[in-house]
């Protein structure tokens, strides 16, 4: 799960599930970490917040808590109470060789706490459409949209999961670019494909700018082509 929306003093779960590690199941632990970065990487080790052996770091002692799942092998879950805007954002799983004392495999995205109140964009992380009809996909400002002067769609890069620098196109109004537009510049900033083509399936992320900054969405959405 990439993306949740939570609350200051709430709570969340995180799961985390892998596939046949290519090891004998008792050698291998779940460690956890934590990164401002869009994506886990080996360096979240280095802010690991729960350890193999289940040490919790400071910053989390009394309020995270880790379990496995009774009715599914390979799945756990660690559940983070009295959330607040530091934490994160992004928490990341890591598997644990305990006979080698190695870490050997990441997830790649993890998954992003978003805050309430702070000014993002959001997006889904996927998107169904059909060969030759129209699609949407949708990007979400947590401000007033009226407050947006300038949104740019990019194609994402599939693997590296990194915005590319290949705009779409720039909208600074409501004006229609070949079979690509705006849903309503003023009210409504998603992408709108027309005549969609299997060509059309790829990853897509949009950037906003606004009298005090630009941003960013953290998750990109894979557009799937019927």
Known sequence: MTTRTVQSGGSVTIPCSYSDPGKPDED???IWGETDQQLCSSTA???TIISHSGNVTEKYKGRLYRE???NRNRTEYITITGLEPTDGPRFCCQLYDIRYGN???NSRLGTLLQFPGTE???QLDEVMAVSRE???IPCYYSKDISDITKVT???ADRESHHCTHIPIHEWSNARQYGRYSLVNFTQDISLHIHRLHVNNERSYCCVISTARAT????????LVVA
Not at 215 to 222: A, E
């Open 215 to 222: 941003l960013k969405s953290k998750q990109f959405t894979r």
């Open 120 to 122: 993002d964009i959001t």
């Open 45 to 47: 080790a280095e802010n």
């Open 153 to 155: 769609w990019y194609f």
């Open 134 to 136: 129209q699609g949407i």
């Open 103 to 105: 870490v050997f495999k």
């Open 28 to 30: 291998v632990r779940v």
């Open 68 to 70: 496995k799942d009774p």
